[in-house]
């Protein structure tokens, strides 16, 4: 039997490290900083490299399309299962006790943009699919975790990704709550 609490405590540490890494990245869609190289603006892009790079150097196959979606991905099979989930925030506004882009961990929780929609939750299942590499577990389908950039705006990432890549067999989203 395995302990999964176990071994979420093991990476803790690590996750945390990650994600505040994440959050101090203001993925706020800001279309004057747009280009044709970062349609999207530089920090979609920059999300996106940070979470696409943690991935290759943990070995997983990725793959940047156009710099407004990416993808994580393993296994092997005819079917896919997506994950689905974005890098991108919505504005801070008003009201923030700390800098929203400045993580802070006060009694036991994170307060940055993102924690909750979705960097938290979409490095979270990153983590579980790493831990399960890691074991050794072999998929019998291939298992594509993506990344999109537009998810508060206009879906682009997501839209581009269905335009060059094949549609997942199924899939589910583990954003916010």
């Known amino acids: 039997m395995i302990d999964w609490q176990a071994k979420a405590q093991e990476q803790q540490d690590e996750y945390l490290n990650d994600l505040m890494a994440l959050i101090k990245i203001p ?5 004057t900083q747009a280009t044709d190289e970062y349609p999207l603006g530089r920090k979609q892009a920059q999300a996106l490299h940070a ?61 940055g943009r993102g924690t909750s929609d979705d960097k938290g939750p979409g490095l979270a299942a990153y983590y579980a699919l790493k831990t399960l590499k890691s074991m050794g577990v072999k998929f019998n389908q291939k298992v594509r975790m993506i990344f999109g950039t537009d998810e508060e705006s206009n879906w682009t990432g997501m839209k581009r990704y269905f335009e060059v890549e094949p549609a997942p067999t199924y899939g589910f989203s583990p954003d916010a709550s």
């Open 51 to 111: 979470i696409l790079e943690m991935a290759q150097q943990d070995g997983f196959k990725t793959k940047n399309i156009d710099n407004v979606v990416g993808y994580v991905e393993c296994g092997e099979g005819d079917e896919t299962l997506a994950i689905l989930a974005h890098v991108d925030v919505m504005p801070a506004g008003d009201g923030w006790q700390t800098d929203p882009f400045d993580p802070v961990i006060k009694d036991g929780n994170i307060y």
């Open 27 to 31: 993925s706020v869609r800001d279309d």
